[in-house]
C-alpha cells in the first residue's frame, strides 16, 4: 500500500508505493516506469489523507521532469511526498525518490513529479462542443492493434484506445475504454487514471503524425475534473494542438463521455521528445506536407471547412439549434449522418468568420435559412456572408464568401460517364472526350461546377444544366458562361478520390 508515515505533519514525509503488476506494461526504452497519471493519483491520495476532505480536482503546473525508474517484477519503493502550504490557499506537492552519493554517507532526492492543488473551479459544459463533435480535414485513422505495436508500445494494462484513433491536422479523436475495477493502492479521487492515459497516447500519436516525434507528456499547465472517470465506462478524448512549432508540444485535452458530457479539461499538456532523439516515428505514419487541405478553395473564399464524416461523435446531434433538430425527426441514418456532417461544417465557418470564436453555444448558431432549405452561416459581428455546402459519401464541405457562391464535392466515379447526355451538350462532352484529364476526371469537374451553380443561383439542378456552359475544362481551374453572360470562375481541387469545386466571381 503507498502509505504515510506516522511521522512528520507537515514538510516531507515518507511513504512506501507498492509496484502494481499491471505497471510493467508501462515501459520505455527497456526501462518500466511510473506513469504520469500514476503519479498524479499517488500525490492525490497521499495529500487527501492528509488533508481529509480537501477536493484535490484542481491541479495547476503539474512536471514530470524524471521518470521514476520501477522493478519489472514487482515490489516496494521508499519515496517521500513533499507538500508545502501556498499564500494563494493552494497545496504544493512532490514525489521524490532517496538516490545515495557515490560515497553512500548521504542521499540526496531526485523529483520525479510535482504539482499544486487548489480548490475546485467551476468547470461548465464546453459551448463548443461541436469542436469535439467532428474533425475539420481528412482524416487518417490508426487502429489500436497498430497503436500499441509501434506508435506507443505499451503492454495490455495501458492498451486503452478502443476503436480506431482518428487524426487530422486540427487534431485527434480518441475513444478510451477504462478498464474494471481500481488498482486497491488509491482511492480514485481523479478518475481512473487509464482514460487521461490514453488521451496522452492519441496525442503521441497526433505528434508522431504531424510533428515528426514521439512526444511524452511532461507537464501541465492545469487539469479540472468535473467529475472523476469511472472504471468500467467508455469516454471520448479531444486532442486540440496549440503550439508544434518547435521541439516543446504544448495541447489542450478534452475528455468527455459518449452523451458528451464533460468529464475532465486539461490546459497546457506539454509534450516533447524523452528519447533525445533516438526513438523517431516509423516513416508510414509521417504525414506527407499539404495532404488533404483545401488551400485552393480557401485562397477563393472567405473561409471554408470540410468534415469527415467518419469522425463523428455519438453526441453530435447535441450541437443543433432547435430549429435544425426539428428537421431530424423522421430522418433515417444515412441522412441523418449527411444532415450532421453539413451542419457541423457550417458550425465551424460561423466559429471561423466570428475570429474563432469559441463562447457561442453550438446550440445557438443556427445554419439553415429561414426559408428551411439554404445554408448560412451565422457572424457574431452581424456581417453577411454568402455560403453554400455538399457533402458526398464521405465528405461535408462548407464554403463562405461576401459574394455569391457555389460549391460542390463528388467522388471521382466512372458512373457519372452513363448520364453525358443530361447533364451536358454536344461541345461538353466532346470536350470531355478529348480532355487530358480522362473522362472521368473532366466529367465530375463538369457536373460538379453546374452543381455549384445551381446552389450559387439559388436553382434547380435541370435548369443549371440548361443555363450553364463550360468554357474550359483543367485540373486546377475551368471557366463557365452562365446566362450567356461573362465567364466565371471555377476552382478545382482533388482530395484523395473526391473533387472539390467552387463557382464564384458571379454577382
Known sequence: MAELSKIAPIGRVAVTIDVLPHWADHHFQGRVVLPAVEAMQLLAHWVHRFRTGLDVRCINEAA???FLELPPTGGRIEAWCEMEDLADGGLRTALLTKIPSKSARMTRAKVHAKLDFYPPVELPPPADLDLASALDGVCFSVDPGLIYKELVPFGPGFQTICQPLR?????????IRAPEGTD??????????????????AACVWSQRFAGVVAFPVGIGQRLIATPTR?????????FPVQTESGLLIFDIWIVDTQGRLFEKLEGVRMRDVSGGKVRPPEWIRSCEGTGSL??????S???????????????????????RRRTIKMGTKRLTDYLSARLACKRLSRQLSGNDRCTPAQEIVTIATDGVRPCCPVTNGRTYYCSVS??????VAVASEKPIGMDVETLDGRVLKSLHLFMDADEQETVRASALGPVGAAVRVWTTKEAVAKMLNINLADAWARTHLLTIEAEQSSVRINDGPAATVVHQTVEDHLVTLVCGVG
Not at 167 to 175: D, F, I, P, Q, R
Not at 191 to 197: K, N
Not at 295 to 300: T, V
Open 231 to 239: 472504471p468500467g465506462d467508455i469516454y471520448v478524448s479531444r486532442i
Open 302 to 324: 472567405a473561409a471554408v471547412a470540410m468534415i469527415d464524416r467518419s469522425t463523428l461523435m455519438p453526441f453530435s446531434d447535441r450541437c443543433l439549434a432547435e430549429y435544425e
Open 295 to 300: 488551400k485552393r478553395i480557401a485562397c477563393h
Open 64 to 66: 514530470f521532469d524524471r
Open 167 to 175: 487524426l487530422t491536422a486540427e487534431g485527434a479523436l480518441a475513444v
Open 391 to 396: 457533402h458526398d459519401r464521405r465528405f461535408a
Open 184 to 201: 486497491g493502492q488509491t482511492e480514485l479521487h481523479l478518475g481512473s487514471p487509464f482514460v487521461l492515459d490514453g488521451a496522452f497516447h
